[in-house]
């Protein structure tokens, strides 16, 4: 009996104890982070926290929420999961002081959502979004001895490199390159990435960077360029690396270039030097279309003031843009300092660079010119060239932090240049019925010394209140142009019923002498309205003093050059005084930018001529209003529509009352009673970004019309009394109608699970409608053309890479003058690859297809293939030299060939350009950086 009862109160009392040990819980509410929906049916486990072994699991009620009893004291994790949701874990304890556990509302964050915000990780990728920075570590992509940036870019999401080295991120192509935040070599990408090793690379960071006026305020003015900025690993700041290389080929052909960099802590010295007439002008993709140093032509300041710049002349001259017309022989080095200081107060960027370009060649040009419905001239033309330039140019960027609250930035550079031009024409032009209109034979002989300087300041200041800023910048720019050359047109004009023939000679000797000064000066005062509201005054200043002096002498005897011609000399003085005054109001909140408002500009412009006495002036209102809106759907996807008005003064060479008679076939007079046109432009983008799948999706769209445009007036003479037969004269008015242009497309882009391909569409249409007057008689051009194109890449590193990219274009436009359009189609293709062979041996090709239809004008069709190979075999542990043998043009079909028309004029071309050769090339890269060469 005693063991009875002895048996029942034991059993009671561990009954009591575990009943008490089982008297644990917890309870809560599944919801939507942002919607705060509530989610139904949701798993909810509880785990061990020393082991992660499940102790109990449940589902959520509809109403999100769930309650788990008959737990035991301890510690535990709580894990919630949800389709397409991120997993929501946190550890929680259970004792007898706190026997249940309420975590009331827990928020859950969609995957979609938290990879916009958060940082991204795999076994081959690690990106960071910060704001509107990706973040890309370079050490989680695997790159060979001796690779470039070049190569470590092809490898990141969102990024694409061709194979002249241009870059494309998110579908826009990549503008700027920074290394450490600080420009290198000025303003060509190429020379950072195609050079600069990958091992050296720390972080890459692609943004869109805004102007130095936008990044001072925190306003955004709309102005944004597309950048990457390289930078190094600490322990890869001290050392040097570089590469040299020579080649040779069949026919002459040769390359050669030398790269050395030193870097030592905050400082970076580097020197090129490249040579060669296989057609590259330089280290990088841009420096074909950069050679020249600028515009030489007459510069517009911000408002439309007008000036004289160095380069403008009345015969032809050449400001070294290489476009693959002729055979070029290129000579170009560099160099470039940068260093910091005071704690980073202070800061140097300085660059420069020195360079020659030869080319020679032929050109034949077709023509058709309908100058009226009933006239017709065609026109076939012959000319052998030979251009030549020298450039020097200086630059320096000086910035210094004044202290916590203003800073200054000083600026200075210098172009120096001299450019050579021979040029011999032999032309003959016939009318619709096939009769002889004139023969021309014309010889230009030109040379022009160009100097150009420019300075300026920016001052920034910040106030104690927030968003309350001042900014002053101030710049001056000097150019001075000297031209000298001669001129000889023999012009045969023909007319029949009776035949006769008449001969027109002219043999002078040009001089050109242009300066200007322009000193600009402009204040920007931002003040807070709000919280989210400021306005942004600004006030500017400008004085441009200008002088043109141009004479043309006839000879007194044989060779001598004394008699000025009257007729085709002036000397002309313009002054341009300026003031601009404007506001801009701008709300920020949230993803919303809006701003808008306007400038307007009083300018006074005086024009003397020197020859005569004769004054000419003017008074103008220029307006310029703005509008801008940008709505940032998320951190990687938004929009933005932009408005921008502005008011176009005639050049001086459309008012000079002068001819110029550089080609005495078509001779140009200037209009003084021109007034100003007015442009209206609106664009719109779209732009979003996937990070997870790679996805990139970009709309864009531009339109512009125009008021009182300023427009061409030509008349052809082809009556039997004229001097010339067949000349045509031109003069600029204004009419009385709106022109006006487009152009918008479509980017889409991703990688795909088969074989990791990353495929991208483009769609791009562009079009224009304009007006002149022919003979008196009012002709509309219009243009439109539409080229959809498909691209397919795989890169895979040191295995192979393949790039394929190709479309149909369809094109449609005439002239109302015409009694033909000007319709047809094409199709272009590129393509590239490259594999790794075992040996150290690789393969590399890629081939450019064009096709383009016979119109109505041009009877035949013209087709070609460039195809291009290389082989290339590597040595040493680091891959350090190497041997190349490349054929260029293998198929040898690389002719020179343009079509295109213009207002009544359709135009051909076939010219010299360079063919097929091979080129044996030898590689040498040493690198002695932060430890030396990497290690296999």
């Known amino acids: 009996m005693r063991s009875t009862l002895s048996l029942c109160l034991f059993i009671s009392l561990f009954s009591l104890s575990v009943s008490a040990q089982s008297n644990y819980a917890v309870k809560g509410v599944i919801a939507d982070s942002v919607e705060h929906a509530k ?39 709580l894990l919630v999961s949800y389709p397409d949701y991120a997993d929501y874990v946190e550890p929680f304890s259970l004792d007898s002081l706190k026997p249940e556990h309420r975590f009331g509302n827990i928020n859950m964050n969609l995957k979609s959502r938290l990879l916009q915000e958060v940082i991204v990780k795999g076994t081959a990728a690690q990106i960071k979004i910060k704001g509107d920075t990706t973040e890309f570590n370079a050490r989680a992509f695997v790159t060979q001895p001796n690779a470039k940036v070049e190569d470590l870019l092809k490898q990141l999401p969102g990024i694409q490199v061709d194979k002249d080295g241009k870059i494309t991120a998110q579908g826009e192509t990549v503008n700027k390159v920074l290394v450490d935040g600080e420009e290198f070599f000025g303003d060509d990408p190429t020379l950072v990435t195609k050079n600069l090793r990958a091992d050296m690379v720390d972080k890459v960071q692609l943004y869109d960077k805004k102007s130095d006026q936008a990044t001072f305020t925190g306003i955004d003015d709309g102005q944004r360029t597309k950048t990457l900025n390289i930078k190094l690993k600490e322990d890869k700041k001290n ?7 020579v080649g040779a080929g069949n026919d002459g052909y040769y390359q050669g270039q030398v790269l050395f960099n030193r870097f030592k802590g905050k400082q970076k010295f580097s020197v090129y030097g490249t040579v060669g007439n296989d057609g590259k002008t330089g280290l990088g993709w841009q420096d074909s279309q950069k050679y020249g140093g600028g515009s030489d032509n007459v510069q517009v300041v911000d408002d439309g003031v007008m000036f004289f710049s160095g380069g403008g002349d009345d015969l032809d001259s050449w400001n070294g843009n290489y476009d693959g017309k002729g055979i070029p022989i290129a000579r170009t080095g560099g160099a470039h300092y940068d260093t910091k200081w005071n704690s980073d107060k202070e800061s140097l960027n300085g660059n420069y660079k020195i360079g020659s370009l030869t080319v020679d060649g032929t050109d034949n040009n077709i023509s058709q010119n309908n100058y009226s419905l009933t006239g017709v001239q065609n026109t076939n033309s012959d000319q052998k060239y030979h251009n030549y330039l020298f450039r020097q140019k200086l630059d320096a960027t000086y910035k210094l932090k004044i202290d916590t609250t203003s800073d200054l930035k000083l600026y200075a550079d210098g172009t120096s240049k001299n450019s050579q031009t021979l040029s011999d024409y032999h032309s003959s032009t016939t009318d619709g019925d096939g009769n002889l209109v004139n023969n021309n034979i014309r010889k230009v002989k030109n040379n022009v010394d160009t100097k150009i300087f420019d300075i300026s300041a920016f001052y920034t200041k910040k106030f104690k209140k927030k968003g309350r800023t001042f900014s002053w910048n101030i710049s001056e720019s000097y150019n001075e142009s000297t031209a000298k050359g001669n001129l000889y047109s023999d012009i045969t004009s023909y007319t029949y019923n009776p035949n006769t023939s008449h001969d027109s000679i002219v043999d002078q000797y040009k001089t050109n002498d242009l300066k200007s000064s322009v000193l600009n000066s402009s204040m920007t005062y931002t003040e807070p309205l709000s919280k989210f509201t400021s306005v942004i005054f600004n006030y500017g200043l400008g004085i441009a003093n200008s002088s043109a002096d141009r004479k043309s002498f006839n000879q007194s005897s044989p060779g001598v050059y004394n008699v000025l011609d009257n007729t085709y000399s002036n000397d002309y003085k313009l002054n341009d005084l300026s003031n601009q005054g404007g506001a801009v109001v701008n709300y920020k909140r949230g993803k919303v930018t809006f701003n808008f408002g306007s400038k307007v500009t009083f300018v006074n412009f005086d024009q003397t001529n020197l020859y005569t006495g004769d004054e000419f002036k003017r008074t103008f209102v220029n307006w310029a209003p703005q509008a801008f809106i940008r709505y940032d759907i998320t951190k990687q996807s938004g929009f933005n529509i932009n408005y921008n008005g502005r008011t176009t003064q005639p050049t001086v060479d459309q008012i000079q009352p002068v001819l110029v008679n550089s080609d005495p076939l078509n001779i140009v007079l200037g209009n003084p009673n021109l007034t100003p046109s007015f442009t209206n432009n609106f664009r719109i983008n779209y732009h979003s970004y996937k990070v997870l799948t790679d996805q990139y999706l970009g709309i864009y769209g531009n339109f512009s019309f125009i008021t009182n445009p300023i427009v061409n007036s030509s008349v052809t003479d082809t009556s039997a009394t004229a001097i010339i037969r067949g000349r045509t004269t031109t003069q600029y008015i204004n009419l009385d109608k709106k022109p006006y242009n487009y152009y918008g497309g479509l980017y889409f882009g991703r990688k795909i699970p088969l074989g990791g391909l990353q495929i991208g569409l483009n769609l791009n249409a562009n079009g224009s409608k304009n007006y002149n007057l022919s003979n008196n008689q009012l002709n509309i051009i219009t243009s439109n053309s539409y080229s959809p194109s498909l691209q397919v890449s795989r890169y895979a590193e040191k295995k192979f890479n393949v790039n394929f990219n190709f479309g149909p274009t369809y094109t449609t436009g005439g002239s109302s003058l015409q009694k033909t359009s000007n319709n047809g189609h094409g199709f272009q293709g590129y393509g590239e690859f490259g594999v790794y062979l075992p040996g150290k041996f690789q393969i590399s090709s890629d081939a450019n297809y064009q096709y383009t239809s016979k119109t109505q004008t041009f009877p035949t069709d013209f087709s070609r293939v460039l195809w291009n190979a290389k082989i290339t075999k590597s040595f040493t542990k680091e891959e350090s030299f190497k041997l190349s043998l490349a054929c260029n043009d293998i198929l040898n079909q690389n002719s020179g060939f343009d079509r295109g028309s213009s207002g009544t004029l359709i135009t051909q071309d076939r010219y010299t350009t360079i063919k097929r050769f091979f080129l044996v090339e030898f590689i040498w890269e040493f690198n002695h950086v932060g430890g030396g060469a990497p290690k296999k």
Not at 50 to 67: P, W
């Open 239 to 245: 050392g040097y690396f570089g590469k040299a290389d």
């Open 39 to 77: 989610l139904g049916n949701a798993s909810v486990a509880v785990l061990e926290a020393k082991d992660s072994i499940l102790v109990k699991f449940t589902r959520t009620a509809e109403n999100g929420s769930f309650s788990l009893t008959g737990l035991t004291k301890g510690k535990f994790i």
